[in-house]
């Protein structure tokens, strides 16, 4: 798949980007090849967004907006650059539907109902349409054995509208042990059916980060994943046809789904919480939906907000045995030979990428995918480069993966705790509340003038899964190896 979010065909809802584009480069006075270098993209790239063939993805429209900005542009232009890009996704999806599904619609007998999400029965049985109502297909289950047993055990003792709370940082497996819970608690019977939406926005596919397009019907035409998205989602589920009228009261929607949350068994599962318009409204209506029914609400979130109540099961990275047996299921199916020989070589590279990786799956994934194209050394190396050396921009195979771990968790974060987060990596093991104490006074030296809580920091560290609280009584504190590297590269410096 490409960086772009759209096929390389001429399409009239990209051409006020394409404009739009060119008007603000040549007022900054920037050449074509000069974006693509200070973007990181190559020319034919930037060629085709000003001809009117493309649109940038989230991240690669950032970039843009970066180089343009150091050419002296207003922000309220470039702030117009972003909107005019978003108006033509959106033009150019709805155009997709009115000339697909919607003329299919157009001459059957079905009845129509206001709104484009009427359309939305209709697209989930479309074959060209993302996965509905089930994540990805996760060919095998690694290393969560435990805290699944444990979560089923809750699933059958749990008291009506128990909630639970998945949390982890970006790519740890979250959805994975959530899809496994699912599967499970069908198969025990606990449940009926379970219904899947998920707010995902990005995904890193082979080190690339690339935008979802219409990962469920909460998104495909609410964009902003609002509340009233997801409740149309879920009324595609239940088939209620009648619910998909924008002219209904979601206080009229609330009460319908409340009924058929109670007329059958099923575990709700609401992926990436964090990224949708209101977390805090879409979990407070969503518990009280489930209120008194048969029904069970799982939350995925990269982030614990205060307000989340309900069980709470926070993903580590793999142990070492479980990550060796990843990394060889990992070799087999990218088909890399190097890892898949049982040799002393084969054994010393599994031990070296765990090291590296601390065992993430999808830092681990990833550089098994590399190994097809560059050494081991090379890879691992890259991991931990300093991106503030100019001289290695050019190959950075792990840019795509600390942003899509890191990049949204880092920027919610005040400056406090970023640097408090940053004195903390230099330890390079776990720290105890002394130490902790001595780091957040230096911190404090550093920024004249703030206000501190050490608590608060240490709070919001946590919460973001950035920090590691371990101990009962006597807590130590420690940062994931993963975590270490992506500072150590300085790459957060090029997100401000």
């Not at 509208?161 to 790519?171: F, V």
């Not at 009229?252 to 609401?270: A, D, S």
């Not at 100019?390 to 990049?407: D, M, Q, V």
């Amino acid at each position: 798949m490409s960086d772009f979010s759209e096929k390389s065909q001429k399409n009239s809802a990209y051409q006020p980007f394409a404009f739009k584009l060119r008007e603000l480069r040549e007022m900054a006075g920037i050449t074509q090849q000069k974006l693509a270098d200070e973007a990181f993209y190559s020319l034919p790239y930037i060629t085709k967004m000003e001809q009117g063939l493309r649109l940038p993805s989230r991240d690669t429209l950032d970039s843009i907006i970066k180089v343009l900005r150091k050419g002296g542009l207003e922000e309220t232009s470039l702030k117009e650059l972003e909107q005019i890009c978003q108006n033509g996704k959106n033009q150019s999806r709805r155009s997709k539907v009115d000339s697909g599904v919607g003329s299919a619609l157009a001459n059957s007998a079905k009845p129509h109902y206001p709104g484009d999400t009427a359309l939305q029965l209709e697209l989930k049985n479309d074959p060209s349409i993302a996965s509905w109502g089930s994540p990805k297909n996760y060919s095998q289950f690694f290393g969560r054995d435990k805290a699944l047993v444990e979560i089923l055990q809750v699933l059958q003792q749990s008291e009506l509208g128990k909630t639970i709370i998945i949390a982890g940082l970006g790519g740890i497996g979250k959805t994975a042990f959530a899809h496994e819970i699912a599967l499970k608690a069908i198969e025990l019977k606990i449940f009926d059916h379970f219904i899947y939406e998920s707010a995902q926005t990005v995904l890193l596919n082979n080190g690339k980060i690339e935008q979802v397009s219409n990962p469920s019907a909460w998104s495909i035409f609410t964009p902003e994943l609002s509340f009233k998205g997801l409740l149309d989602g879920m009324a595609c589920h239940f088939s209620r046809r009648d619910l998909l009228d924008d002219n209904i009261p979601i206080s009229l929607k609330l009460r319908e789904l409340n009924t058929e949350f109670q007329k059958n068994r099923v575990l709700l599962i609401i992926d990436n919480l964090e990224n949708c318009n209101d977390p805090r409204l879409v979990f407070t209506y969503l518990t009280r939906i489930l209120k008194q029914s048969n029904s069970l609400l799982v939350i995925i979130s990269r982030i614990i907000f205060d307000y989340l109540e309900g069980y709470p099961v926070k993903l580590d990275p793999l142990d070492p045995a479980v990550a060796k047996d990843f990394l060889i299921h990992q070799a087999k199916i990218q088909n890399v030979n190097a890892l898949n020989i049982e040799s002393k070589f084969q054994e010393q590279a599994l031990d070296k990428i765990i090291e590296a990786t601390g065992g993430h799956p999808l830092a681990m994934q990833l550089v098994v995918y590399q190994l097809k194209f560059f050494s081991l050394p090379f890879i691992l190396e890259n991991l931990q480069i300093n991106y503030s050396q100019k001289a290695l921009l050019n190959y950075r195979l792990a840019e795509g993966l600390y942003t899509y771990i890191y990049k949204e968790v880092w920027n919610r974060l005040g400056t406090v705790p970023k640097k408090l987060l940053t004195e903390i990596s230099q330890h390079h093991k776990e720290i105890d509340e002394n130490e902790l104490l001595n780091l957040f006074e230096a911190v404090s030296v550093l920024l004249p003038g703030q206000a501190f809580d050490l608590w608060v920091a240490v709070k919001e560290l946590v919460q973001a899964g950035m920090l590691d609280v371990v101990g009962d009584l006597h807590k130590n504190y420690k940062l994931q190896p993963l975590t270490i590297k992506f500072l150590n590269t300085e790459l957060s410096k090029q997100w401000i």
